[in-house]
């Protein structure tokens, strides 16, 4: 289900709670509809914004595996990923044009993303096997949807770990350790922060 989809529900979904409470407002008390009413509503609102982030990053992040395997093709033959940075990315046009807005690297929804090494995509310094793919600035609703979604088969063999840096600490997902890949619904949510949130794929 797309995103007009869902907001095209979510609108009738609030339309037919209407009707139902204007049946019953004449003969009812006031005060209890509306004590009743806007919790309702706001449960409302909360499960559509939610649903809206986790179809976002479900988005985002095929279009940041996208980016990913071209990155490594373009790498083929090499013996490690040094000198990878968004801006040697970007000044040898190794993506698609369509993710290229205003000299940065940008994904659906306007979503920016650097790539390079660690929380700052610093350049990759040599002989590293891996490289990163970042997305900063997330909400808890938004980091957990980015870091749960779930994962193909070919994309989560190619992932070496999944970040979460904020103002409670740095936390990794990798596989066998404390926080396993892949990573499972709910598992996020003691990690991510209310705000500032970033996110690091570690891609192999």
């Known amino acids: 289900m797309n995103i007009e989809e869902q907001f095209l529900n979510f609108k009738n979904n609030l339309k037919n709670l209407y009707n139902h409470c204007s049946s019953i407002y004449e003969n009812a008390d006031k005060?209890?509809?509306?004590?009743?009413?806007i919790p309702a509503l706001i449960i409302s609102v909360g499960v559509y914004a939610c649903?809206?982030?986790r179809s976002e990053a479900k988005k985002n992040v095929k279009e940041l595996f996208v980016i990913a395997n071209t990155i490594r093709d373009n790498y083929i033959g090499k013996a490690d990923?040094?000198?990878?940075s968004t801006a040697s990315v970007l000044k040898n046009n190794i993506l698609p044009k369509k993710y290229i807005i205003d000299n940065k690297i940008i994904l659906s929804g306007n979503r920016e993303v650097l790539?390079?090494?660690g929380v700052n995509a610093d350049i990759v310094m040599p002989q590293s096997q891996t490289f990163d793919i970042v997305i900063?600035?997330?909400?808890k609703t938004q980091?957990?949807?980015y870091s749960e979604v779930v994962l193909e088969d070919e994309e989560l063999v190619s992932l070496n770990q999944i970040?979460?840096?904020n103002d409670l600490g740095s936390y990794s997902f990798e596989w066998g350790g404390n926080n396993p890949l892949p990573v499972q619904k709910y598992?996020?949510?003691?990690?991510?922060?209310?705000?500032?949130n970033t996110l690091i794929w570690s891609v192999k």
Do not use: F, P
Request: with cysteine; proline share 0%; glycine share 6%.
């Open 31 to 37: 005060e209890n509809i509306i004590k009743i009413l």
């Open 51 to 53: 649903t809206q982030s």
């Open 81 to 84: 990923y040094w000198g990878i």
């Open 115 to 117: 790539i390079g090494s």
């Open 136 to 139: 900063k600035d997330l909400n």
């Open 143 to 145: 980091c957990m949807a």
């Open 163 to 165: 970040s979460i840096v």
């Open 187 to 196: 598992s996020s949510k003691n990690l991510c922060s209310d705000n500032k």
